[in-house]
């Protein structure tokens, strides 16, 4: 029974229901025990596609655009994205990478 309980549990946090659950203890334990190894695995496996497509990004001019999906961003998702938060999503990420890339303007002289 209890095998039951913790497999109906598993699956509703997986599924989620649209909100973060970085609060929940299940998802932090889901997230810690399941989804970070699939995406250490997934960093491992995006880090050697990427050298073994580096020729063809090379020449085609393309090697930050397949770094940045074969690499960076499982990392991202392995490595930075908070604890339990399930329902992270590239979008928020290109958004905090914005953030601290901008260019930090300075004061004319007449403000």
């Known amino acids: 029974m209890k095998t039951q309980v913790m497999a109906c549990s598993l699956a509703f946090t997986l599924l989620g229901t649209g909100r973060s659950f970085a609060s929940d203890p299940g998802s932090i334990v889901v997230d810690t025990v399941l989804v970070r190894p ?58 905090d990478n914005q953030k601290k890339d901008s260019p930090k303007t300075e004061p004319t002289p007449g403000e």
């Open 38 to 95: 699939v995406c250490l695995a997934g960093t491992i496996i995006g880090s050697a596609l990427f050298l073994v497509s580096l020729p063809v990004a090379l020449t085609s001019k393309s090697v930050h655009r397949s770094a940045n999906a074969l690499v960076a961003t499982p990392a991202y998702a392995t490595f930075r994205r908070p604890l339990g938060d399930i329902d992270w999503n590239e979008h928020e990420r290109t958004k």
